[in-house]
């Protein structure tokens, strides 16, 4: 993947949600589930379920 940085919310938790700005470096699944897995501007790395993303925007 190119190292894009991107503005992503999405739903942490049932009524939470979470934004930030970070760069994705893989994508999978596990039973059936999509998620991507990215590195937060502070150097976290994370994982978001694909359909919890409620809006995505490329820097």
Known sequence: MRRVAI?????????EVESGELYPTDLNTRDGIEY?????????????RLDQILESVVL
């Open 36 to 48: 991507m897995k990215a590195t937060m501007h502070n150097g976290e790395t994370i994982e978001i």
């Open 7 to 15: 503005k992503v919310s999405w739903r942490a938790s049932p009524g």
